[in-house]
């Protein structure tokens, strides 16, 4: 379910319905933060993302529990998510920035 205001605030409204909604609004992308996961190191919803990907036209990219170059590349083998938000992981040095480009672009 969508949230709002902050997170602080949950609706009835599905993920897809909100995601559709736009796709005629020339949206370039959606950012898809699984709030659970966001801050805490524990792997990105990958199922979810998923998803939401193949539910829509836009490009969906995964935020919340990106922490490790293996999520970046179970991220990138899922074949239709679009990029990767990491915070937390990058600041503590558990994802090597430049290890990561480089490893995503071979």
Do not use: C, H
Request: glycine content about 12%; charged content about 20%.
């Amino acid at each position: 379910m969508v949230a709002t205001k902050g997170w602080a605030e949950k609706t009835d409204v599905q993920v897809t319905d909100l995601a559709r909604s736009f796709e005629d609004a020339g949206v370039a992308a959606i950012i898809y933060t699984d709030i659970d996961r966001d801050g805490a190191m524990q792997g990105p919803n990958i199922a979810a993302t998923t998803a939401l990907a193949r539910a829509v036209t836009i490009p969906v990219i995964a935020s919340g529990g990106v922490s490790s170059l293996a999520d970046l590349l179970a991220l990138r083998q899922s074949g239709v998510i679009a990029g990767a938000i990491s915070g937390r992981a990058l600041y503590d040095g558990a994802i090597d920035l430049g290890a990561a480009l480089a490893a995503l672009r071979g």
